[in-house]
Nanobody, 125 residues
Framework: QVQLVESGGGSVQAGGSLRLSCAAS????????GGWFRQAPGKEREGVAG????????FYDDSVKGRFTISRDNAKNTVYLQMNSLKPEDTAMYYC??????????????????WGQGTQVTVSS
């Protein structure tokens, strides 16, 4: 059974940083594409960042380019999202996801097979 467990969320002031972690079990680290998504109240879940199984390729939504960095440590079977220069509009529940096959669109939620329960990120102005 595949499980994804997020951690690292919290409350910060604008301009601050957080690092989210997504620990996976039940799936081999080199066999999935990792993704981070977020969902703000009243909005649809949107793709934030994606990373290939080997970590060679990364993808970002325009709204976070230059501020967020996705990475992975396959020895620990963990995917990270480093978030810098946080803005109030980054406030959302953040979810990690895993796709067994390389998605046609790494930022599309429909291409991912497994999801974590989410971790809340709140950015105050």
């Amino acid at each position: 059974q595949v499980q994804l467990v997020e951690s690292g969320g919290g409350s910060v002031q604008a301009g601050g940083s957080l690092r989210l972690s997504c620990a996976a079990s039940g799936i081999t680290s080199t066999n999935y594409v990792g993704g981070w998504f977020r969902q703000a109240p009243g909005k649809e879940r949107e793709g934030v960042a994606g990373i290939s199984s080997g970590g060679d390729y990364t993808f970002y939504d325009d709204s976070v380019k230059g501020r967020f960095t996705i990475s992975r440590d396959n020895a620990k079977n963990t995917v990270y999202l480093q978030m810098n220069s946080l803005k109030p509009e980054d406030t959302a529940m953040y979810y990690c996801a895993a796709a067994r096959w390389f998605p046609q669109d790494p930022l599309s939620r429909g291409d991912y097979n497994y999801w974590g329960q989410g971790t809340q990120v709140t950015v105050s102005s």
